[in-house]
């Protein structure tokens, strides 16, 4: 899904590092955290909430919006459920589609 860092405006491009960085900062915490996911369950959800946003944010500033975010950010599921209209719509279509694909192999 991504192939470079594409601004809808070059004023941009240094959003989109910064974007960049603390997502991957938040979801290696949340990686960590979930190791021992009964007792982090907040946490976990708190970073899923700012991921989530991180994602959001980076398809607003990138030209072409969502077909253009990293594929990380593309790939990522909330551990735990987290209400849809606190997702970024790529993670609700990917999150709908995986169920529907479940529910026709049983």
Not at 47 to 55: A, R
Not at 82 to 98: A, H, M
């Amino acid at each position: 899904m991504y192939s470079e860092n594409h601004p809808k405006y070059e004023s941009q491009q240094k959003l989109i590092i910064a974007i960049d960085k603390i997502f991957f900062k938040t979801l290696n915490k949340r990686n960590y955290l979930i190791k021992d996911s009964a007792s982090n369950r907040e946490q976990i959800i708190s970073c899923d909430l700012k991921i989530s946003i991180y994602i959001k944010n980076r398809a607003k500033v990138t030209k072409g919006g969502f077909n253009f975010i990293l594929k990380e950010m593309w790939d990522w599921r909330p551990f735990f459920s987290i209400d849809n209209r606190l997702l970024p719509k790529i993670t609700i279509n990917l999150l709908k589609s995986e169920c529907n694909s479940e529910n026709r192999n049983h």
